[in-house]
Structure formats: C-alpha cells, structure tokens
C-alpha cells in the first residue's frame, strides 16, 4: 500500500496490492511471527516472581514451556522474554534509586500495614542511612529481643555501605532478623540514628544485651541510646586479635593459647581472674604489651567473669551475625540496586522463617528421647523446646558425676559445694527451702536461662523432683511466641498480612490449575472455559477500578486517618495522618527529586 500525506494531515491511499508479496509461515513456525507474540499478565507476573527469586531466565522459561505444552504453546520468543526483563531492570534504573525505593516501601506496607521504615536525609535532601523491619521481624523482637547481635562487617552491596542486621537466636537455637540497615557510615552519628530508630520500630524496648564487635563510635552509640542494655564484646573477635597481635606468643607455647583461653572463658571470682591475668602477662613476658593493656581496660565487657550475671541467650560472640553474612553472600550481588537487594534480602527472611516453621512442626509431632525415666525430665520435656530441653538433659545426666557436700547452713539457706567429676573447680551453690531457690557460682541459669548440673544436684539431693516455675524462661519453652505483640503504632498485631494474600493466591493457583487440566481434555470444555475465563477478567478489571477509585474514600470513611511518608526531623518516616487529599509533601518531593538515583544521594 503506497501513501500520500496531505496538507490537512490525511493520507491519501495512492495504490494498493491485495496479494501477499512473501511466502505464508508454516504451521509449526506460526508462533515465531511477531504478531502472534505476546507475554501475557501472568507469564510476566511469574517471570517477575523468577526474578525475584534468584531464578535464570533459561530456567523460567523451561518452566513455562513444560506448563504451556512446549515452547510452541507459549506465546512468546525467548528474546522477548529477556526484553521483558532486561526492560523491568532498565524502568527501575531510570526512576533513580530513591523514587523506586520509596515505591518498593510503599508496596510492602500495602501488604504489611505495620512494616517499618525510616530513611535519614541531610540538609541538602540526600539519603544517607536506611533502616526496614517487616511486621515478622516486629513480632520476633517482641518474643526473643532479650539479645542481639549487631555487626556492620558485610558491604557486598552496590554502594559499597555496611549493612547492618540487627540478630537474635529463637527457643530453637536459630539465627533471626529484627531488621537491617543500609548505613552511609559508622560514625557516632550514624549509630545514634539508626539505634533510636530501631529502638522507635520496637516501640522502645530495650534489649537485655547487645554483642557487637570492638567500635568505639558503636560503644558511645550504644551507651547513649541503649542506657539499660549490657554491651558485651564478641569474644571470638578478641581471641582472633589476639592471634594476629600475639603471634609470636601463640606460636612459641602451647600453653599460652589455653592460658588466654582460660581467661576468656572461665574463672568465677574477679580477683581469681585478675591474678591469673598477672601471671599469665609475667609467665610469657608481656608485661609492657600496648595491646594487651588496651583490651585490659575493656575487661568488663568481654571476658565472661565480669558478665555471667548478664543474660546472653548463651551468645559469647557475634558469630550469629557472622552466620548470617555468610548465608547472604548466596542471595545478594555487588551488582544488585537497592529494590532487587531488599527483594533478596526478604528471601533470606523467608528460608530462615521456613526452617523455624519446620523445627515447629517437628517439635509438635515429635519427642526427644529421655536418656533417664525421671520426674524431673518428664516435666522438662513437655516445657522447654527440643534443642533447649536438650541441653537442659546435658546437663542433668551430669548430676549422677558430680559429688556434694554441706558446706554452711543459715536459718533460712544452706551452701553446698559441689563438684562435677572431670573439672577440678569447686562450686558454691546456695539453697532456700522456702522458694526452692538455688543460686550457683558458675552463674550459668543467669546468663543462659537453663540451671546447670550443679544446681540440679541440690535439687535432686533436696528431693526437688519438678522444675521450679521460676527456672522456666518462657522465651525457650515450646510456647514461646504465644501472647500479642504491638506495633510501633500501639496496635496489636494479628497475623502477618503477606502470609493472606499468599494463602489467598496459592488457593487461586490450585484451582486455576485443577480447571485448566479438566479443560484441555476436549474442545467443548476449553471453550466453555475459556469464554469463562474472558468474562471473569472483565468483571475483575471492573472492580479493580471502582476500588481504586474509592479507595481514598473508603479508607477515610473507615479508619479516620491515612497513612503517609513525612519528613521529621532529618528522617522520612512512614506515620499515621489526618486526610489531606491533594496537598503536595513538598519537602518529601524535594528531597527525593533533588538527585535522581539513590547512589548520588550517598
């Protein structure tokens, strides 16, 4: 068809051949024109899922080519899909960084109402420190907060910035998250705002203890915003200085490693622990060494006899962090942006959760074997979780080695020393009839939560056959997350809002399947099901757009207030607002708009 454009903009249709000029595709090739090729709403949706997750393009594609019937059925080229996808990175890219995470914010508080986020901006509008909790991490720091582990040591990110997971461990012994950072650096300044801020998403609470790693802008942070909390040093992270400071040492005497050792770990008395740390400087001659009088001065917060009064949750350093690290380097590339980093971050959240959910099924179908048939650890089984009952057993089984003796007696308590069998030290254990109360020199129920044999002895030898209620910490028992947690706006959290809407699309998903088997059988049936299909996607568009359209309206009507992104103080917080419809956030807009991508807001 020859045409000619007119001055009044028509064209003019100045020949025309009816006859195709080239040969007709044949049949098994009909899929390859471009006319025929089309990803539909669904395909780009699991293509987005795949990505999301880590999957390959290859491999996505195998998959929908086996659902489709192969790749004939599909739809589309194998370059269209890599479009498709290489497109979705290059309209994220082309928002900046910032706008798209504020979207990808947004999004997940549509799903998550209570999910936290705060984002410290400068003078100048630039975003320097991030922080995000989902409303998961919430309720687990409400249940197992006692104790965290902070470490800023993994940068493999695209900006090169510490990311900073805030870890605790569960009454299954697990690692889990209660948010993370993106930190512009680790100055006093950067501490200071992102422990207030986590201290604002857990609605003040503070933790019993924080392990951290030797930073003293971390130390002044935290004594300033964690005044209540014990800071103890990662002990693994003072042995493993010590290795590189006192090399020469470690390597002339074999005996030095387990003298440091001893003074890491053991002792019971402070001045005990003091002469031997006297011994230890003059024994290898390392009475003047700077490094050793440096960490000297910070004894309190790492070696465990200044902290076995201190609950740990039987945390001595922040390995678990470490742990963590480590399992992130398989789920996030240096080449990540901010959105696809946060997505992956969220898949490690989901496999750490699912390997909790497994230890729950299995704790509730299962019961560990009772290496002795007694009262004692009858009771204890049915209280504690599998992995704390079993160290609880350890421990008891050593009772039958260790030897007692009264050593005084007052009107109301009554010392024993007692001695386990292997160990040459003696432990004093006091005992109050009258709240079967029993305290133990080694201290181990105050820093872990569990009596140790010592203490079960004296039990034992007073005819004690129960668990005293007081010696049951709920965090390690088989009920540990029962009871509600709040938001940080007040409100109790029901359930997790990601978890419906997942359960609502797997549900979907089954059925959709169950209907597409029965339908492809004959032609009869595919129709009627596809003429089906046609009018429920319509009447679904339908009432997207009138909810939508009333959404403003009917969240005005039912909750009085709407949620928004404000700038307070040097930080955008998502909070709750009166209802202003078209008044511009100028500050927000200007801040966000000022640069366009989140690495030139560093």
């Given at each position: 068809?020859?045409?000619?454009?007119?001055?009044?903009?028509?064209?003019?249709?100045?020949?025309?051949?009816?006859?195709?000029?080239?040969?007709?595709?044949?049949?098994?090739?009909?899929?390859?024109?471009?006319?025929?090729?089309?990803?539909?709403?669904?395909?780009?949706?699991?293509?987005?899922?795949?990505?999301?997750?880590?999957?390959?393009?290859?491999?996505?594609?195998?998959?929908?080519?086996?659902?489709?019937?192969?790749?004939?059925?599909?739809?589309?080229?194998?370059?269209?899909?890599?479009?498709?996808?290489?497109?979705?990175?290059?309209?994220?890219?082309?928002?900046?960084?910032?706008?798209?995470?504020?979207?990808?914010?947004?999004?997940?508080?549509?799903?998550?109402?209570?999910?936290?986020?705060?984002?410290?901006?400068?003078?100048?509008?630039?975003?320097?420190?991030?922080?995000?909790?989902?409303?998961?991490?919430?309720?687990?720091?409400?249940?197992?907060?006692?104790?965290?582990?902070?470490?800023?040591?993994?940068?493999?990110?695209?900006?090169?910035?510490?990311?900073?997971?805030?870890?605790?461990?569960?009454?299954?012994?697990?690692?889990?998250?209660?948010?993370?950072?993106?930190?512009?650096?680790?100055?006093?300044?950067?501490?200071?705002?992102?422990?207030?801020?986590?201290?604002t998403a857990m609605s003040g609470k503070q933790p019993r203890t924080i392990l951290t790693d030797q930073?003293?802008?971390?130390?002044?942070?935290?004594?300033?915003?964690?005044?209540?909390?014990?800071?103890?040093?990662?002990?693994?992270?003072?042995?493993?200085?010590?290795?590189?400071?006192?090399?020469?040492?470690?390597?002339?005497?074999?005996?030095?490693?387990?003298?440091?050792?001893?003074?890491?770990?053991?002792?019971?008395?402070?001045?005990?622990?003091?002469?031997?740390?006297?011994?230890?400087?003059?024994?290898?001659?390392?009475?003047?060494?700077?490094?050793l009088h440096s960490i000297f001065d910070a004894k309190e917060k790492w070696a465990i006899v200044y902290?076995?009064?201190?609950?740990?949750?039987?945390?001595?350093?922040?390995?678990?962090?470490?742990s963590i690290n480590n399992v992130l380097k398989k789920y996030l590339k240096p080449k990540h942006d901010?959105?696809?980093?946060?997505?992956?971050?969220?898949?490690?959240?989901?496999?750490?959760?699912?390997?909790?959910?497994?230890?729950?099924?299995?704790?509730?179908?299962?019961?560990?074997?009772?290496?002795?048939?007694?009262?004692?650890?009858?009771?204890?089984?049915?209280?504690?979780?599998?992995?704390?009952?079993?160290?609880?057993?350890?421990?008891?089984?050593?009772?039958?080695?260790?030897?007692?003796?009264?050593?005084?007696?007052?009107?109301?308590?009554?010392?024993?020393?007692?001695?386990?069998?292997?160990?040459?030290?003696?432990?004093?254990?006091?005992?109050?009839?009258?709240?079967?109360?029993?305290?133990?020199?080694?201290?181990?129920?105050?820093?872990?939560?569990?009596?140790?044999?010592?203490?079960?002895?004296?039990?034992?030898?007073?005819?004690?056959?129960?668990?005293?209620?007081?010696?049951?910490?709920?965090?390690?028992?088989?009920?540990?997350?029962?009871?509600?947690?709040?938001?940080?706006?007040?409100?109790?959290?029901?359930?997790?809002?990601?978890?419906?809407?997942?359960?609502?699309?797997?549900?979907?998903?089954?059925?959709?399947?169950?209907?597409?088997?029965?339908?492809?059988?004959?032609?009869?049936?595919?129709?009627?099901?596809?003429?089906?299909?046609?009018?429920?996607?319509?009447?679904?568009?339908?009432?997207?757009?009138?909810?939508?359209?009333?959404?403003?309206?009917?969240?005005?009507?039912?909750?009085?207030?709407?949620?928004?992104?404000?700038?307070?103080?040097?930080?955008?917080?998502?909070?709750?607002?009166?209802?202003?419809?078209?008044?511009?956030?100028?500050?927000?807009?200007?801040?966000?708009?000022?640069?366009?991508?989140?690495?030139?807001?560093?």
């Amino acid at each position: 068809m020859t045409c000619h454009l007119q001055k009044d903009g028509m064209l003019h249709v100045v020949s025309f051949h009816g006859q195709h000029n080239h040969e007709f595709a044949p049949s098994p090739m009909k899929h390859m024109l471009r006319s025929k090729r089309k990803i539909s709403l669904a395909q780009k949706a699991i293509a987005n899922d795949a990505e999301r997750s880590g999957i390959s393009i290859k491999q996505t594609i195998e998959l929908l080519s086996m659902q489709a019937g192969g790749r004939e059925n599909l739809g589309f080229m194998e370059v269209d899909y890599k479009n498709h996808v290489h497109n979705e990175r290059r309209m994220a890219l082309r928002k900046g960084d910032g706008p798209a995470m504020m979207e990808f914010f947004h999004k997940m508080q549509l799903v998550d109402p209570s999910y936290f986020y705060s984002i410290q901006v400068d003078d100048d509008g630039q975003i320097m420190n991030i922080f995000w909790a989902d409303t998961r991490s919430i309720v687990d720091y409400g249940n197992f907060g006692d104790v965290i582990c902070f470490d800023t040591t993994y940068r493999t990110n695209r900006y090169d910035r510490p990311f900073a997971p805030f870890v605790g461990v569960n009454h299954h012994k697990q690692s889990i998250i209660f948010g993370a950072a993106l930190l512009y650096d680790e100055t006093i300044e950067s501490f200071k705002w992102l422990f207030e801020t986590f201290l604002t998403a857990m609605s003040g609470k503070q933790p019993r203890t924080i392990l951290t790693d030797q930073s003293a802008a971390m130390a002044k942070a935290i004594t300033e915003v964690f005044p209540k909390s014990n800071h103890r040093l990662c002990v693994w992270h003072i042995y493993q200085n010590a290795a590189k400071n006192l090399h020469h040492v470690f390597h002339s005497s074999k005996q030095f490693a387990k003298d440091f050792s001893d003074c890491l770990y053991e002792y019971e008395d402070e001045d005990e622990w003091l002469i031997s740390w006297d011994y230890m400087l003059k024994e290898y001659g390392l009475t003047d060494n700077k490094w050793l009088h440096s960490i000297f001065d910070a004894k309190e917060k790492w070696a465990i006899v200044y902290g076995r009064h201190m609950f740990t949750a039987d945390m001595k350093s922040t390995q678990r962090s470490e742990s963590i690290n480590n399992v992130l380097k398989k789920y996030l590339k240096p080449k990540h942006d901010f959105v696809r980093f946060s997505e992956h971050y969220s898949r490690v959240l989901v496999d750490k959760r699912h390997q909790e959910l497994q230890a729950e099924f299995k704790m509730r179908q299962t019961k560990p074997i009772l290496q002795s048939n007694v009262e004692m650890l009858r009771h204890v089984v049915e209280l504690y979780s599998p992995e704390i009952f079993q160290m609880f057993q350890d421990e008891y089984m050593k009772i039958a080695d260790c030897t007692i003796y009264k050593a005084n007696k007052s009107d109301t308590i009554t010392e024993y020393k007692v001695k386990y069998s292997q160990r040459i030290q003696e432990h004093l254990v006091k005992y109050e009839a009258s709240t079967t109360s029993v305290e133990c020199s080694c201290k181990k129920f105050s820093f872990v939560g569990i009596l140790c044999a010592h203490a079960l002895k004296v039990l034992e030898h007073k005819n004690v056959k129960r668990l005293p209620v007081h010696y049951v910490l709920k965090r390690w028992t088989q009920d540990a997350k029962a009871g509600s947690i709040k938001d940080y706006h007040g409100i109790d959290i029901k359930g997790n809002a990601q978890e419906s809407i997942g359960k609502r699309y797997s549900y979907l998903s089954h059925n959709a399947r169950e209907i597409s088997t029965l339908a492809a059988e004959n032609e009869i049936m595919y129709e009627h099901t596809k003429e089906s299909f046609e009018k429920l996607m319509k009447e679904l568009q339908e009432i997207r757009k009138k909810c939508h359209s009333n959404n403003m309206e009917s969240c005005i009507e039912v909750h009085g207030d709407v949620t928004t992104d404000v700038l307070q103080g040097d930080s955008i917080c998502r909070i709750k607002t009166k209802p202003t419809v078209g008044r511009p956030k100028r500050r927000l807009k200007s801040a966000l708009e000022k640069k366009n991508g989140f690495n030139s807001y560093f």
